[in-house]
């Protein structure tokens, strides 16, 4: 050991201690283990506290060693040292006396933990520091805490895991009242869950006693465990609804309610108008409202509705930078629910000319969706008419298949056309002839009966070729044979035949019996 370091901690002499400044630091860092060794004994003695010659001497020479430290860069080959003598500190009272002044350790401790977390990127040297600087944080010491708190957060960025391995230490420190730790929560909360999603209501109700710092990151907070475990937080959305008032808070809550509506969008069905109202008030806001709107329009016809009607009126009023967000949540909703985009199609189609290549896409692909589907209704129309199926003689023909209109149309114009041919059948059916007296006035007669006979016979014949026009659209072919059917359904002939003809028969009876 240097004579001049040896002086000043043996003697404790004090009027020597600023001269170890003069010294190099290549002439005392190699004497810096048995230095550490000796001020970790006497600060260890009991009185240490009640003597301030000796409080001082110790600070003179730790502010010496930690600067020696810090300029050869050796604090990988010192820190087992420091950090044993960090330890020592915890064996004694470190809370503020009544004038609220700092006990000589609690002094101590802080110029190490300072030096120590200046080198937070060297592995091995947090890997030491880390579990016992995190002891600091229940010895009741306010700004220790504070201080410790900054340097634990530094440790996070690149030692997450070996943090995250004191996640109940921190937890408890909060529960205590310590809530700055609650900065380091989100950076360990990746690699430690559990602990941190028991306690997620506790750090809820916390809220209203942070700073704006340790606000935000508790939010930030929430925001992973909301990706996570969005169902704990279920129950705190009123809570956090009470914080989209401010600015500076709004995003992050927003951000929050988003992660949760995408798994679950019903608790929100209630939030619905303060979320309108914070987009009012906060324009910058609008993104994340619309698309939780957009997730809770998703959940029923009338969500739907009431949704697609707030996106669509939003369109005129958006920045034409943002108009894509509410179009991409319009397009989510009616993937869904394609029936209700006919009600808005007109007035979205009035920014198919945008400007924003993303806006003009999602346009088109909504008007497509629109006309998919009147396409599909259409085919669905056409092929949705009733089938008709004619038995002929027991047997059902599968040639031909006609729609069941066009069938009945022309039965009914073929049984009108029976019904007027066969009356007139019947009233020639039924004259009484008269007897005639002589020959010559009885063929007379006669041929005046057979030239009205022929007068219906061509009229019979015009209503039958009319009728056989209209009811060939009602032949069905089975092979190769083929059966006409009448449009009254009666009668069926072979080709070549000729239909019984009544008035003949009686006509011909009648003028034999004169």
Known sequence: MHDLFSQVLNKRDLSKAGDLFMLHDCDIVNDLPAVLQIIQQISSEADYDKHDNDQSVIEICITRVTSAIREAGVIEAHAQSLV?????CLEHDLKPNSMNKDPPHAKLASDILSCVFLNYTKMTVMKAAIPVAVKFLNKGNRELCRNLTSYLSLAAITNADLLSTQVRPIIDSIKDGNIYMLRVLPQMYTQNK??????????????????QAEKISLLQLLQLVAKDSPQLLEGNIPTLCKYLASSQTATLVLQIFVEMATSNPGPFTERVQILKETAETQLHTMPLVVQVVGLVGRLSQEHAKSSLSYLVSQLSTTPENCQAVLLREIKNITDIRRNMLGDYIAEIAQYAQSSNSTTKRLVQQLQNDYADRNSKLSQENRMSGSVTVINVEGKQGYSDVHRSRSALKTSSDSSKLNVTITNAVDRWSHISLPRLSSSSSRM???????????ALRVGQADSHSQLSERSSQSTLTNGSSARTLTAAGSSIYQPGERPHDPIKQFCSKHLEKN
Do not use: G
Request: include cysteine; aromatic fraction near 0%; proline fraction near 6%.
């Open 84 to 88: 044993s003598l960090l330890s020592s």
């Open 194 to 211: 559990q602990p941190i999603n028991d306690n997620v209501t506790m750090l809820i109700s916390l809220l209203p006693k942070c700073e």
């Open 444 to 454: 007379h007669s006669t041929e005046k009966v057979h030239s009205k006979l022929s």
